[in-house]
């Protein structure tokens, strides 16, 4: 029985000698590294905004009266002058013939008074009355062609179309809408910015928007002009930036998000993952040559694009851990990985030999 209990602690023995030597020999953690590069970080601030048409009207109907004329299709395309609709003119062409006839009469009549006033057969009175009947009856056809010419709408600037809501034939009131014209060439962004935010935005800025439809296109514009006063309900300024937009892909009412570049740098990077946060410490692992990974404190900035910016803390090039961090401790030996060290020393022989 002695014996046996002997037995026992003997082989007890052995196997924790065993278990120190296998923990002695676990192979150092494979870990990714990269080294640490510059790139281009922008500060942003961020807002939405409403797009607005360049320039956008609606042409209603000076008068009541029948449409006789529409010279256009839906979303057509106009340029500036373009006679748009044409309203019945004939009780003012039958006007403006009945006062140009009287023109001609008062002009013809003041040709002989003054030929008679020359020649001592009309007084200076005669002559004048007969000067104002004529600039009376030049009047009255002046404004016998004002009248037709209210009857004809046209496109103030180029630009599209809405869609067609009027039919020709149809009579319409004073005031009654005819058509949109849009120039949507470029865009009008509006859009809030605090007023904390004033002496971070100018005009000339850049910006970024995009729009819910085209998520993958970034529209790119500048801020035009700042509003000079301050909505004291929400405490914050309107700014438009100018988009231009070729291939008309943002509407009027677009509702965009908006990203104002501020204080663009060059400045060092490393991947997010490879950065370890600690209360208000950030902490990456650097791999020299020896392949020992140190922690080391770093101050950073801003991320972007799956990257995090270095301010201080780093050098351009140095390696850091960006895959396996959790693994490590200070001064720790690593292996990375597909490299030849990555498996461990008699790795292949033990697979044959299982």
Request: aromatic letters at 4%; a positive charge; one cysteine or more.
């Given at each position: 029985m002695?014996?046996?209990?002997?037995?026992?602690?003997?082989?007890?023995?052995?196997?924790?000698?065993?278990?120190?030597?296998?923990?002695?020999?676990r192979?150092?953690p494979?870990?990714?590294?990269?080294?640490?590069?510059?790139?281009?970080?922008?500060?942003?601030?961020?807002?939405?905004?409403?797009?607005?048409?360049?320039?956008q009207?609606?042409?209603?109907?000076?008068?009541?009266?029948r449409?006789?004329?529409?010279?256009?299709?839906?979303?057509?395309?106009?340029?500036?002058?373009?006679?748009?609709?044409?309203?019945?003119?004939?009780?003012?062409?039958?006007?403006?013939?009945?006062?140009?006839?009287?023109?001609?009469?008062?002009?013809?009549?003041l040709?002989?008074?003054?030929?008679?006033?020359?020649?001592?057969?009309?007084?200076?009175?005669?002559?004048?009355?007969?000067?104002?009947?004529?600039?009376?009856?030049?009047?009255?056809?002046?404004?016998?062609?004002?009248?037709?010419?209210?009857?004809?709408?046209?496109?103030?600037f180029?630009?599209?179309?809405?869609?067609?809501?009027?039919?020709?034939?149809?009579?319409v009131?004073?005031?009654?809408?005819?058509?949109?014209?849009?120039?949507?060439?470029?865009i009008?962004?509006?859009?809030p910015?605090?007023?904390?935010?004033?002496?971070?935005?100018?005009p000339?800025?850049?910006?970024?928007a995009?729009?819910?439809?085209w998520?993958?296109?970034?529209?790119?514009?500048?801020?035009?002009t700042?509003a000079?006063?301050?909505?004291?309900?929400?405490r914050?300024?309107?700014?438009?930036?100018?988009?231009?937009?070729?291939?008309?892909?943002?509407?009027?009412?677009?509702?965009?998000?908006?990203a104002?570049?501020?204080?663009?740098?060059?400045?060092?990077?490393?991947?997010?993952?490879?950065?370890?946060?600690?209360?208000?410490?950030?902490f990456?692992?650097?791999?020299?040559?020896?392949a020992?990974a140190?922690?080391?404190?770093?101050?950073?900035?801003?991320?972007?694009?799956?990257r995090?910016e270095?301010?201080?803390?780093l050098?351009?090039?140095q390696?850091?851990?960006?895959?396996?961090?959790?693994?490590?401790?200070d001064?720790?030996?690593?292996?990375?990985?597909?490299?030849?060290?990555?498996?461990?020393?008699?790795?292949?022989?033990?697979?044959?030999?299982?």
């Amino acid at each position: 029985m002695f014996r046996t209990l002997i037995s026992l602690a003997l082989l007890g023995l052995a196997a924790c000698g065993n278990g120190e030597g296998a923990e002695r020999e676990r192979p150092a953690p494979v870990v990714s590294a990269a080294p640490a590069t510059t790139m281009r970080f922008v500060d942003a601030i961020k807002a939405v905004g409403t797009a607005r048409a360049n320039e956008q009207v609606t042409l209603a109907a000076p008068v009541t009266e029948r449409i006789v004329r529409l010279n256009f299709e839906d979303g057509d395309f106009v340029t500036r002058g373009q006679t748009i609709a044409v309203l019945a003119v004939s009780e003012e062409s039958a006007q403006l013939n009945e006062a140009q006839a009287r023109a001609r009469e008062a002009q013809q009549q003041l040709q002989r008074v003054e030929a008679l006033r020359e020649r001592g057969f009309a007084t200076q009175s005669s002559l004048d009355t007969q000067a104002a009947l004529a600039a009376q009856a030049r009047a009255s056809a002046a404004g016998a062609r004002a009248q037709i010419g209210d009857r004809i709408v046209e496109a103030p600037f180029s630009g599209w179309v809405s869609l067609r809501n009027i039919s020709r034939g149809a009579v319409v009131n004073a005031g009654d809408e005819i058509v949109t014209i849009s120039d949507i060439s470029q865009i009008k962004l509006d859009f809030p910015v605090p007023e904390t935010m004033l002496s971070s935005i100018r005009p000339g800025q850049p910006i970024v928007a995009r729009a819910a439809a085209w998520p993958d296109q970034p529209f790119r514009g500048q801020i035009a002009t700042i509003a000079p006063v301050i909505d004291p309900a929400t405490r914050a300024v309107t700014v438009r930036a100018v988009l231009p937009n070729p291939d008309r892909r943002l509407k009027p009412g677009m509702l965009l998000t908006v990203a104002i570049e501020t204080q663009p740098r060059m400045s060092l990077s490393v991947p997010e993952l490879a950065v370890i946060g600690e209360g208000d410490e950030r902490f990456v692992f650097v791999l020299g040559d020896d392949a020992v990974a140190r922690r080391t404190e770093v101050r950073t900035g801003i991320r972007s694009g799956g990257r995090i910016e270095i301010v201080d803390g780093l050098t351009p090039g140095q390696r850091v851990v960006t895959e396996g961090v959790v693994k490590l401790t200070d001064g720790m030996k690593v292996r990375l990985a597909g490299a030849r060290n990555a498996a461990p020393r008699g790795s292949g022989g033990a697979a044959k030999g299982g």
